[in-house]
T-cell receptor
Framework: AQSVAQPEDQVNVAEGNPLTVKCTYS??????LFWYVQYPNRGLQFLLK??????LVKGSYGFEAEFNKSQTSFHLKKPSALVSDSALYFC?????????????FGTGTRLKVLA | NAGVTQTPKFQVLKTGQSMTLQCAQD?????MSWYRQDPGMGLRLIHY???????DQGEVPNGYNVSRSTTEDFPLRLLSAAPSQTSVYFC?????????????FGPGTRLTVT
């Protein structure tokens, strides 16, 4: 069965420091991987995706993610964190192989960037 | 494009009442889905649809019904509301296949059942 794990409930980082939010996945077939961000009292916004191609994917607001097939990971990164990056981040995988096309989400990681 | 719209934004129900949460998208997306978001639980899939006339259950379908008579609309019906259904509900849509795979989310409906 497809699954996504976000091992950290919360990540704290100082403004200006690099940040990493971790995600590992389990999927049969080629993975379709996504990161979303949720600001308070808002819906989820798409950040970036990996479908095929380069393992380093660049997305919105300076975020990037590295696809690592051998470690089945898709960690979200940013070289220099901003206070405004503080939000809830979700990793997701799309189940293409079974033909259902469902998205499976992790439980989310709350990022706090400290001034 | 309005994107994904949801109504209402807030709703309070009494136990046993029924209601329908509305969801519409204007992006000609084949795939639509409903999630509920509860603290510490992430997003849980309630029902989804891969096209008009086709629906299927997600991981928490009990107490909810859906229908997909058009590509644009995907209403979620609560049959007999229970306090356990107090949650924030999100509708989302995407293309079923192709390179543009990402889901677009509506703003959510905050439901309280007393």
């Amino acid at each position: 069965a497809q699954s996504v794990a976000q091992p950290e409930d919360q990540v704290n980082v100082a403004e200006g420091n690099p940040l990493t939010v971790k995600c590992t996945y389990s999927v049969s077939g080629n993975p379709y991987l996504f990161w979303y961000v949720q600001y308070p009292n808002r819906g989820l916004q798409f950040l970036l995706k990996y479908i095929t191609g380069d393992n380093l994917v660049k997305g919105s607001y300076g975020f990037e993610a590295e696809f690592n097939k051998s470690q089945t990971s898709f960690h979200l990164k940013k070289p220099s964190a901003l206070v405004s990056d503080s939000a809830l981040y979700f990793c997701a995988v799309r189940d293409i192989g079974s033909g259902t096309y469902k998205y499976i989400f992790g439980t989310g990681t709350r990022l706090k960037v400290l001034a | 494009n309005a994107g994904v719209t949801q109504t209402p934004k807030f709703q309070v129900l009494k136990t046993g009442q029924s209601m329908t949460l509305q969801c519409a998208q204007d992006m000609n997306h084949e795939y639509m889905s409903w999630y509920r978001q509860d603290p510490g639980m992430g997003l849980r899939l309630i029902h989804y649809s891969v096209g008009a006339g086709i629906t299927d259950q997600g991981e928490v379908p009990n107490g909810y019904n859906v229908s997909r008579s058009t590509t644009e609309d995907f209403p979620l019906r609560l049959l007999s509301a229970a306090p356990s259904q107090t949650s924030v509900y999100f509708c989302a849509s995407s293309h079923r296949t192709g390179k543009s795979n990402e889901q677009y989310f509506g703003p959510g409906t905050r439901l309280t059942v007393t």
